[in-house]
């Protein structure tokens, strides 16, 4: 059986003719070497994988009739255009037709224009931009069942029950239940004389597929969700920049870094950068860390050094939940030091600008992995979010993920910090 090689991933979604004609070059064929890996690999990703092993010519023929809608919600990520266009070009290729829905779920609740048919130049010159060109926006309708109803009218009039949804857990948890409602949803449409008994025959379930766009890094059962790598460049130049002008002055910076229950980008940018000290709500400092820090940066400077970096995710906490602000650690290091302190909030800069060439492809192999879990899904099969393992873009249980991600939030409420971490993974 043919496998999809790198030159197919090109092809598929790239800016070629190959994959607008729905032509692919030939794939080598596996030798019996690459069989004996393929069955000794874990079951996980014998399963979680479909990318590694596609026969194209039957995945084009079952793409065919079936229509994908693509969706933005919550807080926008580098990344998610590319995550977009992924899908656009995938499901074209196995012959789909591809919906934007503008504006996240509001765009879904609302209809009409919202809802637009993509083709292959509608997503062309997009992997570079960061944000999301169809928009997301917060939609409180969705929230109540008349919303979610609005919702399944304007996908069946368009002959569409495959949602690709791109968010945070919020997002991805409300498309959980939009799918756990949708039978009943259409029943109350049938009552309701909107749509006809047939239709709701033939848009009887619905099949959903979620990826993680969220620069936190704050998503359970994926090593790293879309956008988190572009926020990490963003934050490691600006320390960058920061470090030269501190250096000069002899100053004192506290940074204070997105991260409102993870601190992800954090610990990663301090580790990166060299910072003095660090704050994350997963690992609070120990009682009296007050005397601590002070001894440490005050250490630092009779060895000569000349400046001092802090790192602080804003969702930074005491062992008692005791929020440790930015402004805190400045007073406290220019009381007791008498160290020039500042204090750099890199608030929206770190979702802003392009996409790192990681988020790109992570992305594309995402929006690629979406289209084909859509085209596994049947009525028995739960939904999905397609995370990442290593460099393998795999399909996880959704709502097993994002329980995962709420017993995290729950050990750190409940001041089981060690246990978090562990959870955190």
Known sequence: MPVLNRRDFTAAIGDGEAGR?????????????????????????????AMAQVDMEQLRSRGAGKAIAVLTSGGDAQ???????????????????????????????????????????????????????IGSTRCKSFCTREGRQAAAY???????????????????????IFRTEWSDLLASLVEEGKITEEVSQQYSHLNIVGMVGSIDNDFCGTDMTIGTDSAL???????????????????TFVLEVMGRHCGYLALVSALASGADWLFIPEAPPEDGWEDIICKRLGESRSRGSRLNIIILAEGAMDRQGNPISSNYVKELVSKRLGFDTRVTVLGHV??????SAF??????????EAVLTLLDASPETSSCVVSLSGNQALRLPLMECVQLTKDVQKAMDEKRFDEAIVLRG
Not at 21 to 42: F, I, Q, V
């Open 21 to 49: 004609r729905g032509n692919l070059p030939k794939s080598k064929e596996r030798s019996a070497e690459e069989g004996k890996k393929e069955s000794a690999a874990t079951p996980e990703k014998r399963w979680g994988n």
């Open 79 to 133: 990344g998610m255009n590319a995550a977009v266009r992924a899908v656009v070009r995938m499901g074209i290729y196995v012959g789909a037709d591809v919906y934007f829905v503008y504006e996240g779920y509001e765009g879904l609740v609302t209809g009409a224009e919202y809802l637009k048919l993509a083709d292959w130049d509608s997503v062309s010159n997009i992997i570079q931009l960061g944000g999301t060109i």
């Open 154 to 176: 304007n996908l069946v009039q368009n002959g569409i029950n495959n949602l690709c949804v791109i968010g945070g857990d919020g997002s991805l948890t409300g498309a959980n």
């Open 233 to 251: 460049h963003r934050i490691t130049e600006v320390i960058d920049a920061i470090t030269t002008t501190a250096q000069s002055h002899q100053r």
């Open 350 to 355: 770190q979702r802003g600008g392009t996409p």
């Open 359 to 368: 988020d790109r492809i992570l992305s594309s192999k995402m929006g690629m």
